[in-house]
C-alpha cells in the first residue's frame, strides 16, 4: 500500500551513532544534552528569535493559549479546515471555540469573516497555515491589534516556509509546530513553540517540566511535556538531510502539477511565500467525483486522504456550536490528498497520476 504520507528517518547507522552516548550517559530526559543541542541547532535553521521544545505539538499549542493569560472561558477564533488538534486545544483549557469561515483559494481563515465574530468575550485568533499555506498575516494582525487579540498560529504544517522572506514561524504572538512522524520533518513526536517574546521562554519551560525549576523551587503548576534524548536524536539526524527532503518534495509535486495538468484544481500560493510541499491536496469537481478517485486508488493500493474531511466542528464534542461554513464545506468534500513525501518514486506519481485521470 502507498500510503498517502511516510515518515523521513535517517541512515539507521547514523542514528544509532547519534543515540550511541546514551548507554554512557544513562541521560534519557529532563532536557539532556541532545534536548539542548536540538533546539540550538533548530532555532538557527528556522531562523526564529525563541523556540521551545515540547514533547507533542497538541501540547506545545495548549501550553502557550494558556500562559497568554487569556481570560478564563473566553472565545477564540479558529477555522474548522483543520486538525481536529486545533479545535480540542481550545475547549480542553475552557475556552469556546467559534468557527470562521476560510478562503477558496488557499484553505486559510477568511480575514474579512473575523469582524462579525469577534464581538463579545472574545480573546484570540487561531488561524491554520493548512497544507503550508501561509494565512494573510497582515489582514488577521491588523485587525488583532484593532481589536486587542492575541494571535497563536498554528503552523504544524509550515514548516520552513518563509513570507516575504520572513520565516512563518515569527509571526503572532507565537507558533505552534509538529514534530509528528506524519509531518515534513519528524522527531517521531514532538512540537514546539517559537517566539519572540523572551518573557514566554521560562512559561513555556514551566508548562513543561512541571514548573520545577531547580531542586528546591516548584513555581507553577505544570505538566509533564519535555521531548525526550531519543526525539531529540532523531531531530538531530533529519535536520542533517531537511534541505534534501524538502527539494524531493518539490520535485514531486511538480511532477504532479505537470502529469494531472487541468483536470483537477489547486490551492493557490500566496504571493510572497514559498512552500514545503508538505502534502499533495488537490480539488475535485464535487464530492461524488472525490470520492470515486479515491475508492479507484485505494482498489490500486493506493491510500490518498480526505484530508479535511469532515470538518472539526462536525466532530461530536462541536456539533452544537454555530459553524457558518459554507466555503470549508466545499473544500472538504472536495478534497483529496496524494500520496507524498522524499522516497515516493516517480514512476508511482505517474501511476497515481494516471489513475486519477482514468477516473475523471
Known sequence: ???????SMPPFEEFCEQIRPLWDSHILTNMGQLHERFEAE???????PGLTLFSHGHLALEAVLRILGLPAGSRIITTPFTFVS??????????????????PS??????????????????????????????????????AVEYGLRVVYDAAHAFGVRYKGVPVVCRGDASILSFHATKVFSTIEG?????????????????????????NTCAAAGGNAKLNEFQAAMGLCN?????????????LAGLYRSL??????????????TSNHSYMPVLMRDRRQRDSV????????????????PLACDAAPYRSLPADVPVARNLSERVLTLPLYPELPEAEVERICSIVIGVL
Not at 500500500?1 to 515518515?7: D, F, G, Q
Not at 479515491?294 to 474531511?309: E, H, N, P, S
Open 1 to 7: 500500500m502507498i500510503k498517502v504520507t511516510r515518515t
Open 294 to 309: 479515491c475508492d479507484a486508488l485505494v482498489a490500486a493500493g493506493v491510500k490518498a486522504r480526505k484530508y479535511f474531511w
Open 191 to 215: 512540537g514546539a513553540v517559537c517566539w519572540s517574546d523572551p518573557a514566554m521562554r521560562q512559561a513555556l519551560d514551566d508548562e513543561k517540566n512541571f514548573g520545577i525549576r531547580d531542586e
Open 260 to 273: 494531472l495538468g487541468d483536470s483537477v484544481s489547486y490551492f493557490h500560493l500566496r504571493d510572497g511565500a
Open 42 to 48: 533548530l532555532r538557527q535553521w528556522l531562523g526564529c
Open 106 to 143: 488557499d484553505g486559510t481563515l477568511d480575514p474579512s469573516r473575523l469582524e462579525e465574530l469577534a464581538g463579545g468575550r472574545c480573546s484570540a485568533v487561531l488561524p491554520v497555515h493548512v497544507y503550508g499555506n501561509v494565512c494573510d498575516v497582515e489582514a488577521i494582525e491588523a485587525f
Open 86 to 103: 486545533t479545535v480540542h486545544a481550545i475547549a480542553r483549557l475552557g475556552f469556546e471555540p467559534v468557527f470562521c469561515d476560510v478562503l
Open 239 to 251: 535536520l542533517r538531510h531537511i534541505d534534501a527532503a524538502l527539494q524531493a518534495r518539490a520535485q
